[in-house]
């Protein structure tokens, strides 16, 4: 139900291969989240395939819209704000997102708000934490970004640290891939380690000189692909399965080196005692329970998203919204989608 004081966002998420809308009350109560999936098509491919994935979006928008609607059980009259993510992300996917948005103000005049999609997965943590408020250091770790960020406020954030070339997700999959499991790799990589030996493979810790807080995984990713390769040139191009869990838990482990002690350092540098971790990596369980664990041994609160609202999804998007209606923050027609949309520090 809506009251005359309650803001409704709906938010529009098109970025890669997932169309999602959502409506979101207030910032924080989700009352639909519609998302399609394209996994199944692109995992034949190994990846997303950039263009079907935007022909798919064009396919699936306005069944996805509907849907959204009628299990907010609400009318399109009674939204405040439309919000998309135009950026960053695969040029024809946001061009979708985006297009439906403009048009969807134009015919309603209902205004519209465009949002950066890394800003949509730090505004995650606000739907799962319902008492989660900034300032808080958040953990971005995605299929395209590595972030370590101080949330200021709501609308306002300083970055520390970035990857200086694979995210973190990205290179979960490439390993996974060299493993031989289908796209998205990531979430295959984490069983496997599950039955993994701990010391049966030693990987390195990537470090960039000079810069504690930021993030390098291709000199782990060329190690572990060489290993790989090494172990199957001499068993007849195979690889036994055990192998292929100690591997998965010695790279899981590495990765987990690489987030936590940074995290934990930051925190502790600008005595800030709240981080919340997002993105669709943040669904390993292994990964969120030693930061957890590593935030509780130093008197740190630990926020993570429910596991639907760590991959792309739409609610991120209205509850990022949200904050920027409340400052009128509001787009114009002219805006543009932008594939390499910077994630940059904001007053
Ligand atoms: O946030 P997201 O849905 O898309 C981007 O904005 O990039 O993140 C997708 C990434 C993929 O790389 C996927 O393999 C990874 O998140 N991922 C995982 C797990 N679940 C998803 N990585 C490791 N462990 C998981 N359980
Ligand atoms: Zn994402």
């Known amino acids: 139900m809506k009251t005359n004081k309650d803001i409704l966002i709906l938010g529009i998420e098109s970025s890669c291969d997932e169309t999602s809308i959502s409506i979101v009350k207030n910032g924080r109560d989700v009352l639909s989240n519609v998302t399609n999936s394209q996994i199944d098509i692109h995992k034949l491919y190994g990846g997303v ?31 405040n704000a ?86 973190c997700g990205e290179a979960y999959d490439k390993i996974a891939r060299v493993l031989g499991f289908e796209y998205p790799g990531g979430p295959k990589l984490e069983k496997a380690a599950l039955n993994g030996i701990n010391g049966k493979f030693s990987f390195p810790r990537g470090e960039i000189k000079n810069s504690p807080y930021d993030f390098t995984y291709s000199g782990l990713k060329s190690h572990v692909i060489n290993v790989i390769h090494n172990i199957k040139q001499k068993n ?17 482990n590495s990765i987990i080196d690489s987030l936590v002690n940074r995290t934990i350092n930051l925190s502790k540098e600008l005595n800030i005692n709240k981080v919340a971790i997002c993105g669709g990596v943040s669904a390993n369980n292994a990964i969120k329970n030693s930061l957890k664990n590593e935030c509780l041994n130093n008197n740190i609160s630990f926020f993570s998203p429910d596991i639907k609202y760590c991959t792309d999804n739409a609610a991120m998007i209205a509850s990022a919204g949200y904050y920027e209606y409340i400052n009128e923050n509001f787009s114009s027609l002219d805006l543009n989608a932008d594939a390499n949309l910077e994630f940059k520090d904001k007053e």
């Open 49 to 79: 395939v950039p263009e079907i994935a935007s022909r798919n979006h064009i396919i699936n928008i306005d069944f996805v819209y509907q849907n959204a609607l009628s299990k907010a059980n609400i009318s399109i009259k009674d939204i």
């Open 82 to 167: 439309i919000a998309v993510t135009y950026g960053p992300g695969l040029i024809g996917s946001l061009l979708v997102g985006l297009s439906f948005a403009k048009g969807l103000s134009i015919a309603t005049k209902i205004p519209f708000i465009g949002i950066n999609h890394i800003e949509g997965h730090i505004a995650s943590n606000y739907i799962t934490n319902t008492d989660l408020q900034p300032p808080f250091i958040a953990l971005i770790v995605s299929g395209g970004h590595t972030n370590l960020v101080h949330v200021i406020n709501y609308n306002s954030f300083k970055i520390y640290g970035s990857t200086h070339d694979d995210a």
């Open 236 to 252: 007849n191009y195979s690889i036994d399965n055990q192998t292929i869990n100690d591997i998965a838990l010695e790279f899981e």
